[in-house]
């Protein structure tokens, strides 16, 4: 797994924003950006809130993680389309899984990715998604596992 001490640089970068946070991405952790539409997610009830359900994409099932919920803990309507990045197997934690963003914002260099955090007014919070994993261990244990349901006994 990355060590988010030491994180490595990469040649390009995907952004995506989420509110008012940047989600930065090394290009080889992104497999595809996908636009889904609402009615193609299978809800999962038993399962954190974080992930959003399951969605059937060209033959492979996706778990979508809705990091507003899992950041910040929005749990807001889900618009008609989302944006979703898909992991590529580079992460082994939770490679193909997708993340749901607001919008993805283009790719850039990583001497952009170094001037934009140098010259950026602080409106602006950037966090490298190798880093979510000590802000978010759940996305890579608990939230895979689906919650015990225990009917009543009345």
């Known amino acids: 797994m990355i060590n988010p001490e030491v994180l490595p640089s990469y040649s390009r970068y995907v952004l995506t924003s989420l509110g008012t946070l940047s989600l930065v991405c090394p290009d080889i952790f992104v497999a595809?950006?996908?636009?889904?539409?609402?009615?193609?997610?299978?809800?999962?009830?038993?399962?954190?809130?974080?992930?959003?359900?399951?969605?059937?994409?060209?033959?492979?099932?996706i778990p979508l993680v809705s990091l507003k919920q899992a950041l910040m803990g929005n749990r807001g309507l889900v618009p008609e389309k989302i944006t979703v990045v898909r992991l590529s197997d580079e992460l082994e934690a939770i490679a193909g899984a997708g993340l749901v963003v607001d919008r993805v914002i283009g790719s850039i260099s990583a001497d952009q990715f170094q001037k934009m955090q140098l010259g950026e007014s602080k409106q602006t919070e950037y966090i490298r998604l190798e880093s979510l994993f000590t802000v978010l261990p759940q996305l890579e244990r608990s939230a895979w596992e689906p919650y015990r349901w225990h009917p009543s006994s009345a």
């Open 32 to 61: 595809e950006i996908m636009i889904v539409d609402r009615s193609e997610i299978l809800l999962m009830p038993f399962f954190d809130s974080a992930i959003l359900g399951l969605v059937h994409q060209q033959g492979v099932i």
